[in-house]
């Protein structure tokens, strides 16, 4: 076989794994929020979804963010997107290695940890996530309520279902006023 004929013929292989690449970074771009870098609801179910079935001591939560439209109302959108981005980060950096967090859409954010005793544990947590943010020389408050579950503690121990206890108690903090941890 002479050069020409081998290069023909590699072509189309060279051409499918460039393709193949450009696919996967499609993909894991679209798991991922423009915004805060934090998984979205599809990459963060499925990572989500394994971590539960390998460590039944796992710790599911979800972030609701308290009067976050007032943020956007008064302060504009920019400051509503330093917030949330504020937010990610701080959920991010409490997961740390024994978990992954999401924004789930708007100003709901979720996070697994694996091994909850690892972390720095929830009043850390709370009250990272109450801590203002500061966008171009506004302080911005900033608080959250925050519910969380033990799918091993649950009469069936799926994402879902943690998914649905996390939120009763999330609304059960907000309606003890906001600023508030379950």
Known sequence: M???TMAAAGLPALGWALHGGLLARRLATARRDPLTGLHTRAGWTARAERLI???PGALVLLVDLDDFKA???T???AAGDAVLTAT???LD???GRFGVAARLGGDEFAAIVAHPDRTAGLL???SALDSPVTHHGHVLPVSASVGCAYPAHLPVPTLTDALSAADKA???AKGHGRRNTH
């Open 2 to 4: 002479d050069t020409y």
């Open 53 to 55: 079935a390998k460590h």
């Open 71 to 73: 943020v956007n109302d």
């Open 75 to 77: 302060h504009g959108h």
């Open 88 to 90: 990610a980060q701080r």
């Open 93 to 95: 950096d409490w997961c």
């Open 124 to 126: 850390p947590l709370w």
């Open 170 to 172: 999330m609304y059960a």
